[in-house]
């Protein structure tokens, strides 16, 4: 989907928002409830609006990541590949940094990283300290 058309905008609720919401009050019909039930509806539409934002976002996310797929997919280099995967995991992560690392010699040695703070490519990385380690040990 193209960016413009997923874009909702906000409509102002019309000056006359209950009424128009609920239709016009009848004969006998309690006006406070019909204002209850307009206030209700404004709140579930809100809600659905802001349920579709959430789903835009996560489509868009999925997108990306079938993007970043193809782009390895199409890759005979791993340190391309690598390289691809960490600047794309950027676009579609809240992480700040990204760094791929490959085990080599009973090493780790970073063959791809994106944003800051993250190692230079090349760098060892040590196995028994931090993030690193504890993934390595679970």
Do not use: Y
Not at 26 to 32: C, E, I, M, S, V
Not at 57 to 68: G, I, P, W
Not at 108 to 133: F, Q, W
């Amino acid at each position: 989907m193209e960016a413009a058309t997923r874009e909702r905008q906000q409509e102002p609720l019309p000056a006359n928002w209950p009424i128009a919401l609920t239709g016009p009050v009848a004969p006998g019909q309690d006006k406070l409830q019909v204002l209850l039930t307009a206030v209700f509806l404004q709140e579930e539409i809100s809600k659905r609006r802001q349920a579709e934002e959430k789903l835009t976002a996560v489509q868009e996310r999925l997108d990306a990541l079938m993007r970043l797929q193809k782009d390895i997919a199409g890759s005979s280099d791993v340190d391309t590949a690598a390289r691809f995967a960490s600047f794309r995991a950027l676009e579609v992560t809240p992480a700040i940094s990204i760094a791929i690392a490959f085990a080599q010699d009973n090493r780790m040695i970073c063959r791809a990283s994106a944003g800051s703070p993250a190692p230079a490519t090349g760098t060892v990385l040590d196995l028994h300290e931090g993030l690193l380690a504890e993934c390595v040990r679970t």
